[in-house]
């Protein structure tokens, strides 16, 4: 199974005064499980700041679908990638604490971000080798899910294991999912995010490792790179289509470009097979 669990763990202890990452959207706070298999682990709380209570909905209503959804494509590239180079994705729990209901899973150290859901990747010469292989993992699920989706937004780290090289694997968190129907939640950016991965993502030595891969033809950038996950409600569905011409700044306000030589119907050419 390609999942991080809580196993049997079901409440933790939250720290309040140790915040270990926040963003646009949310916080992550510092927890210690308490009883089950995690019994005195560490753990790490997400909740929604305040303000973002619609986004919260969408989120939740949505998470463990992306997550089941990942593992299942980690579980087939588990199956066939190199040795030591499996991924293992977190699935954490929603849990009830001081009227908040917060994300909880297991602590990640020595965390990194390596994609986002809005096309942004990390350097290699920042965070290494493992950006490679992140990327590859979001072009593989494209390719294995027929061009309709990609999983993305890659952040956790390499577990390395000096003394069983079995042992070594990436530990991922917080993945999204573009898709074409835009299926899952206020992170995914449907069509637009797809394009805007594969407009900024170079096949490495890791893609194409059983066979060619199909990748999108002439790739648009619709959002400015942004290493923070970018989130939409439900309401600016519209905006993500390939028929609307709309291109996202930072802030993901729309700009519209109508010099843009992007057909609308070129969608239906998106999935064609990778040549060298």
Not at 241 to 267: E, T
């Amino acid at each position: 199974m390609a999942a991080r669990t809580n196993l049997s763990s079901q409440s933790v202890t939250l720290h309040k005064n140790q915040i270990v990452g926040q963003g646009k959207f949310r916080i992550a706070y510092a927890g210690t499980y308490v009883g089950g298999n995690r019994n005195q682990q560490e753990a790490v709380c997400k909740r929604f700041r305040d303000n973002y209570g619609v986004l919260e909905s969408e989120f939740f209503a949505s998470a463990f679908k992306i997550a089941d959804k990942a593992i299942e494509y980690a579980e087939d590239w588990n199956n066939m990638c190199e040795y030591g180079k499996k991924i293992m994705i977190t699935r954490g729990d929603v849990m009830p604490i001081g009227g908040h209901k917060y994300l909880v899973e297991p602590l990640i150290r020595y965390f990194e971000k390596y994609t986002s859901n809005n096309g942004w990747i990390a350097n290699e010469d920042d965070v290494g080798w493992v950006v490679l292989a992140m990327e590859a993992f979001s072009h593989y699920t494209y390719h294995r899910s027929g061009g309709q989706l990609i999983v993305c937004d890659m952040q956790g780290r390499y577990r390395y294991n000096k003394y069983s090289k079995a042992k070594c694997r990436f530990e991922v968190t917080d993945v999204a999912i573009c898709s074409r129907r835009r299926s899952y939640g206020p992170t995914d950016l449907a069509e637009k995010g797809i394009e805007s991965f594969f407009a900024n993502h170079t096949c490495n030595r890791f893609c194409n490792f059983d066979k060619h891969w199909a990748r999108p033809r002439s790739p648009t950038r619709w959002f400015a790179p942004n290493s923070q996950t970018s989130m939409l409600s439900s309401a600016d569905t519209h905006l993500l289509n390939l028929g609307n011409r709309a291109k996202f700044q930072p802030n993901l306000q729309p700009i519209y470009d109508y010099d843009s030589d992007m057909d609308s119907d070129d969608s239906e050419d998106e999935y064609v097979p990778m040549r060298f």
